[in-house]
């Protein structure tokens, strides 16, 4: 079965960095485009970035242009989030997504919370 698994969030201060990681299985990895979305407190789940199944092209929100990056390694069945220049508004629970056959699966999350 598709399983989606995230790993990297903590605690980390404002203008701090962090790098989070989603390990996949149970599709061909290599064949999908890959997701990060993310979700505050009392906020709808947002999309933050995307990555196409090669690696090739790239699309991010405008809230975190210039701060965070998308990649994979399609060896390992892994795609990353790193996050550069942190504020206290991207915290918030961070989530690894894919389409497969018609369905939508997800992570069960991470957290990610910036403070002093």
């Known amino acids: 079965q598709v399983q989606l698994v995230e790993s990297g969030g903590g605690l980390v201060q404002p203008g701090g960095s962090l790098r989070l990681s989603c390990t996949a299985s149970g599709f061909p990895f290599r064949n999908n485009d890959m997701h990060w979305y993310r979700q505050a407190p009392g906020n709808e789940r947002e999309l933050v970035a995307i990555?196409?199944?090669?690696?090739?092209?790239?699309n991010y929100a405008d809230f975190v242009k210039g701060r965070f990056t998308i990649s994979r390694d399609n060896a390992k069945n892994t795609v990353y989030l790193q996050m550069n220049a942190l504020k206290s508004e991207d915290t918030a629970v961070y989530y690894c997504?894919?389409?497969?056959?018609?369905?939508?699966?997800w992570g069960q999350g991470t957290q990610v919370t910036v403070s002093s």
């Open positions: 997504n894919t389409a497969y056959k018609n369905w939508d699966y």
């Open positions: 990555i196409s199944s090669g690696g090739g092209s790239t």
